[in-house]
């Protein structure tokens, strides 16, 4: 991989990470189309596509900096400070609950199936396009019975339990982390931009773990030219995602999510059709 390879990567990382379109299936296939990926060592690539995400999460670090720094002051001061019961604690202090129990599925089915994550099945294009395709269809329906009213403020436990369960079904690749999330959010009622909102605040710690952890066993791995490549990948990562979160949020409010459906049931095809024909190793 060159620098020109790396950024590439990285700007496809960001623009994907946060709509609902599955950044793990674009950015495997771009490392497909471009013979970057080596059958014999997929956790390399699983652990690239993991630190290149810390880019996307310094740009929700960035965005969303004072719903965190509110979320971080309010929870410690409701919960160590003044020892308030959960109801009356303030709406902020209740996010960082909400955070807290929607990441734990994640950690445990992540942390559980660990070596299925990094091995090649994951890596399959077959699978991220049964996702693309299968995980457009639930989106769909989600579209069709969602009620769109409920705000942040009505969030409830259960919510962030069931959204943080979806969010564990993202460790497929192909379905999406913002996809999933995003369409729990609408099934449970939330509006649109509400869900996508949740979802970004959501992958905070997930993201963070998962990224840490696997720069750190990735080390063994990196010589000089390959941190010059990560570093290039997660900068481009960061821009791009950034301006992803700004044009979602913006858009949300006014326009359904139907184009992404249409769009993931697309690259879904064409990624069967590329397999199907030999132009691409699934």
């Known amino acids: 991989m060159d620098i020109l390879e790396a950024i590439f990567l ?69 919960n160590l400070t003044e020892r308030k019961s959960f109801i009356n604690q303030s709406h902020y202090s209740k996010l960082g609950w909400f955070i807290i129990i929607g990441t734990i599925p994640v950690v445990i089915i992540g942390l559980g199936f660990k070596d299925i994550i990094e091995g090649s099945l994951t890596k399959n294009l077959n699978v991220i396009a049964g996702s693309l395709i299968g995980l457009a269809i639930i989106l769909a329906i989600a579209e069709k019975v969602g009620k769109f009213k409920k705000e942040l403020s009505e969030l409830k436990w259960t919510d962030a339990l069931l959204i943080g369960i979806a969010q564990s079904f993202a460790l497929i690749p192909g379905s999406s982390r913002s996809g999933t999330t995003i369409t729990a959010g609408l099934f449970l009622g939330l509006k649109r931009e509400t869900a996508a909102r949740f979802s970004f605040l959501l992958s905070v710690p997930a993201v963070l773990a998962s990224g840490l952890l696997e720069f750190y066993e990735a080390m063994e791995y990196i010589n ?37 459906v249409s769009y993931r049931i697309f690259i879904g095809v064409v990624i069967l059709l590329l397999v199907g024909y030999g132009i691409i190793n699934p």
């Not at 299936?25 to 490392?31: F, N, P």
């Not at 570093?231 to 821009?239: D, M, N, W």
């Open 10 to 78: 990285g700007i496809i990382q960001g623009l994907t990470e946060f709509l609902p379109i599955s950044s793990t299936g674009h950015v495997t296939l771009a490392g497909k189309l471009l013979n970057l990926i080596s059958a014999d060592s997929p956790e390399r690539w699983t652990s690239f596509i993991a630190v290149i995400q810390l880019g996307t999460l310094a740009a929700v670090l960035i965005y969303f900096w004072h719903d965190l720094w509110a979320i971080f002051i309010n929870f410690l001061r409701d």
């Open 224 to 260: 000089f030219d390959d941190f010059i490549n990560l570093l290039a990948a997660t900068s481009a990562a960061a821009i791009s995602g950034y301006l992803t979160i700004e044009f979602l949020l913006r858009f949300l409010r006014k326009n359904s999510t139907i184009v992404f």
